[in-house]
């Protein structure tokens, strides 16, 4: 790919960009509970804090569940575009199920560059790869906050509080989430508790995120997303 063509590529994902997200009718795509004209406001700095970070995601899924995301004005997306062209520094980094009705970035009504997203099924922390993967959001790119981001309706999580076993490389995600559930009697009872225990497992098993943790630069936060509201209930 020549230059020429790398710019007209870029050219072309800026007037998306504007497109999805400068106007009410654009923020509509952006999601089904969009249901009316977003109120447009000043851009804000990005949080410094683990508990500015934290309530930036509750302020966030307030406007998602009010149905009032944040419309970025041209000029505020060409600002976004030329920061993010030359590096990330998301605040948060949140650790979700992989499941296609929970998409953070729309949930917590955010944009490009401001969520560190490892999604698995179940949001569990139980392989190198993914807690490497919040280690470098952490260390590098200096994320304030980990989310573990249950939700409703969880069939990864179902699946332990059954005992299935559904074989092949699916049976390690059951397998995983089966300890941390002992106990559960109800689906949304295992869910918090699944929450809680992958809390637990980062910090017992990435000795740099606990170090961040007690040094105070990170929170580390459990949340359940229930899918019918749009609503996250924050264990904090
Ligand atoms: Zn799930």
């Not at 990005?46 to 970025?72: I, S, W, Y």
């Not at 949001?123 to 409703?152: C, M, R, Y």
């Amino acid at each position: 790919m020549d230059d020429h063509t790398n710019d007209g590529f870029r050219t072309d994902r800026r007037t998306l960009l504007k497109t999805l997200a400068g106007g009410a009718a654009g923020a509509a795509l952006l999601g089904p509970v969009v249901a009316r004209a977003a109120t447009e406001r000043p851009s804000q700095p990005p949080p410094a804090t683990p508990d500015e970070a934290l309530a930036a995601l509750k302020a966030g899924n307030k406007r998602f569940v009010d149905h009032e995301p944040q419309v970025r004005s041209t000029e505020e997306i060409e600002d976004i575009w030329t920061s993010i062209s030359g590096g990330q520094a998301p605040f948060a980094s949140v650790l979700g199920c992989a499941d296609s009705r929970l998409a953070p970035e729309l949930i917590f009504d955010q944009f490009f560059g401001d969520l560190f997203v490892v999604r698995e099924a179940g949001n569990i922390a139980d392989s190198p790869t993914n807690l490497g993967s919040l280690e470098f959001g952490q260390a590098v790119l200096g994320s304030k906050l980990i989310l573990v981001l249950g939700h409703s309706s969880c069939g990864a999580v179902k699946a332990a509080l059954e005992g299935a076993t559904p074989g092949g490389n699916i049976q390690s995600i059951v397998d995983a989430i089966k300890p941390g559930i002992a106990g559960a009697k109800t689906l949304e009872e295992a869910t918090v508790a699944n929450v809680h225990a992958v809390e637990d497992r980062i910090r017992a098993k990435s000795p740099l995120l606990k170090a961040a943790e007690d040094a105070g630069k990170i929170k580390i936060v459990g949340g359940v997303y229930t899918i019918a509201t749009g609503t996250v209930t924050f264990f904090d």
